[in-house]
């Protein structure tokens, strides 16, 4: 999705927004915008189709804009065209002048999508109203102006009446050349933020944008809005009363979310696993006792009495869902179904009261998966959602949240937080395992040594990158690749098939190992890459075998497996091993050389792995 940015106080906006924006160029990057407006009410709007870069160089690096307070953005387009035009701030009159000394002018940016627009388009042209771009947002804009002029050039109640007419989801962020030096913003279900510090107020969609300035933040809610002055913010409900809302502060500081020495966020991110994976792992484990059901309060009655967990999450975060399904089931003994949000939200699921729904996101902010989670409270059911993102749309409305201390996680492609994720869900399956008597206690404490285990062989593989880093530079011109695996191993497979086909633009599947020669078999040619996972004793032969399959279609053989397996070189052409661990745990091992792979591919046909094209990192409509 977009990125949003503003900042009103006594220092030139523009070079602060443009900063705030390449901090958010993650969230979309098909053309920018800037707006400012000064003491006299003269606003500035200046826009560029591309990269951020172009933005940066056609205004001086904000140096060309003056004044104080003012708005930016980064687009990625749903209506209309990547284009100058199309790009935002979008503004009140008739065309989309870049400089305009209007009066009463209604200068704005928005993330989301407005689902009524072209009805709202209709009425707007009967009260002779013009359009300029092909956007929602210039109709939310000038829907905002219409009630503007018609309630006393008030601006709450122009946004407040707007949001009430208006269908969809938004975050926005609106000037009003009669109020210079204030900005008003207002959501609903796409996140936006305001930190101040001293006199001077930041305004964004996500934390790294303004975390240089302030750690303190508030959270805008849904169908909520705020009057931002010089380091001051008013909140208010949709009637237009004011409320009071709590400052959050935010631990991260600026340098975690800056890429440190490293060329890309992505590999950065690989390297920080251990770290993200210990982290969250010491939030969850004390002295040796896993403390997830004390620290979210479950009741252990409830936890011994379960009939289900559904587990519900969109791509990466799905992935590992799919990998907890066998892992729960396993240790815990729970019956666990996982479900794509974007298939859940629309099928009327089955849920009785004593289910547990957990949704997984990085973001907390991905519009299928809220929904989701707002469908199954609905039903009464118990929800828990696992969430990177402090403060976040997920975290903040399921029953129990359970943070992954992956700290900020910039590269489009998830790998830290993914981690984090999955090694939650393992904590989760031997608390439940144990409280359910599934286990006696020596395999409790084995469970859990093995668990605190996993950084360290993380860093481990981390030590033999440059291996795969040859493999990848050998095969990165590769055509198709697949992904074969049976049980966990299949799980890892879809994780590793959709990082490389993300970041590499590969053709890639995943596949369950058996299920390959029911079709998909039929596209193996010679030299097609192959990848088998198999890190399962019980489906080592298994997988072997479609392996081998494969090898006399004239496929090429990579094989990912646990130190030990080595007659499996008997069969692959290139091997790469890694530390042996509880078997069901050993998808945060398989995962990484699978990440470097993809990783490597990326930066060898010259692609940027952090902004693989026609993604965003998070992913706020549906
Ligand atoms: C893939 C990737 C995506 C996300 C998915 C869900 O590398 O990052 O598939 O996993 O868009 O996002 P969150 O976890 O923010 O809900």
């Not at 969609?205 to 809005?225: G, H, Q, R």
Request: one cysteine or more; proline letters at 2%.
């Amino acid at each position: 999705m977009c990125g949003i940015v503003g900042y009103t106080g006594n220092l030139q906006a523009a070079s602060i927004i443009l900063d705030g924006l390449s901090k958010l160029e993650y969230r979309g990057y098909d053309s920018a915008g800037i707006a400012v407006l000064n003491e006299k009410g003269h606003t500035e709007v200046v826009k560029a189709k591309g990269r951020l870069q172009n933005l940066i160089d056609k205004t001086d690096s904000g140096k060309a804009i003056k004044g104080t307070c003012g708005i930016g953005h980064t687009r990625w387009a749903t209506h209309g065209e990547p284009s100058q035009i199309n790009a935002h701030p979008h503004v009140s009159s008739n065309s989309s002048d870049i400089s305009s000394d209007n009066n009463s002018e209604v200068i704005g940016v928005h993330n989301g999508i407005i689902e009524n627009y072209l009805e709202i388009k209709e009425k707007l042209a009967n009260s002779g109203y013009q359009f300029y771009s092909q956007t929602d947002t210039e109709i939310l804009i000038k829907l905002i102006d219409y009630y503007y002029n018609k309630y006393d050039h008030n601006p709450l109640s122009a946004i407040s009446h707007s949001m009430i007419r208006v269908k969809g989801s938004y975050a926005i962020e609106v000037m009003f050349s009669d109020y210079p030096e204030e900005i008003y913003v207002a959501r609903k279900d796409s996140p936006i933020i305001i930190g101040l510090k001293d006199d001077a107020s930041f305004i964004a969609s996500d934390v790294p944008a303004i975390l240089k300035y302030t750690n303190s933040v508030y959270y805008l809610d849904n169908m909520e809005m705020a009057r931002i002055t010089k380091g001051h913010a008013q909140f208010y409900n949709i009637d237009c009363k004011e409320i009071e809302k709590e400052v959050t502060q935010i631990q991260w500081d600026a340098q975690t979310a800056e890429k440190g020495g490293y060329q890309h966020f992505m590999m950065k991110e690989i390297c920080e696993q251990p770290k993200a994976v210990r982290d969250t792992l010491n939030s969850l484990i004390k002295d040796n006792q896993i403390i997830l059901n004390e620290k979210l309060n479950i009741d252990s009655e409830y936890i011994k009495n379960l009939n289900k967990i559904t587990i519900v999450a969109c791509g990466s975060a799905w992935h590992v869902g799919m990998i907890g399904q066998y892992v729960i089931e396993n240790i815990a003994k729970v019956e666990v179904r996982v479900e794509l949000a974007s298939e859940f939200r629309y099928r009327n699921p089955l849920i009785k009261k004593d289910d547990l729904i957990i949704v997984i996101s990085q973001s907390g902010e991905t519009a299928d998966s809220l929904a989701a989670l707002r469908l199954a409270k609905q039903s009464g059911c118990h929800t828990l959602a696992i969430v990177n993102v402090v403060g976040s749309s997920i975290a903040r409305e399921a029953d129990n949240v359970l943070y992954t201390l992956a700290g900020p996680e910039i590269a489009v492609a998830t790998t830290k937080a993914y981690s984090a994720q999955l090694v939650s869900i393992y904590s989760l399956a031997v608390c439940f395992g144990y409280i359910r008597e599934a286990f006696d206690e020596d395999k409790y404490h084995y469970y859990v040594n093995e668990l605190l285990s996993i950084p360290e062989k993380i860093d481990k593989i981390l030590e033999n990158k440059e291996r795969i880093q040859w493999f990848a530079f050998k095969y990165s011109n590769a055509r198709d690749a697949f992904f074969i695996g049976r049980g966990i191993d299949y799980g890892i497979s879809l994780e590793g098939s959709l990082k490389f086909k993300e970041t590499s633009y590969i053709h890639s599947e995943a596949y369950a190992a058996g299920e390959l020669k029911h079709g998909t078999i039929s596209l193996i040619e010679d030299n097609t890459l192959v990848i088998g996972v198999l890190t399962q004793s019980h489906l080592y032969k298994k997988t072997i075998s479609n392996m081998v399959e494969c090898k006399t279609r004239g496929a090429y053989l990579m094989g990912l497996t646990n130190y030990g397996n080595y007659q499996i070189e008997d069969t692959s052409d290139f091997t790469v091993y890694i530390p042996k661990l509880e078997e069901n745990f050993a998808g945060s091992l398989a995962v990484i050389p699978l990440q470097l792979l993809a990783y490597y591919v990326s930066v060898s046909k010259g692609i940027d792995p952090d902004k693989p094209r026609n993604l965003a990192k998070s992913v706020t409509v549906e």
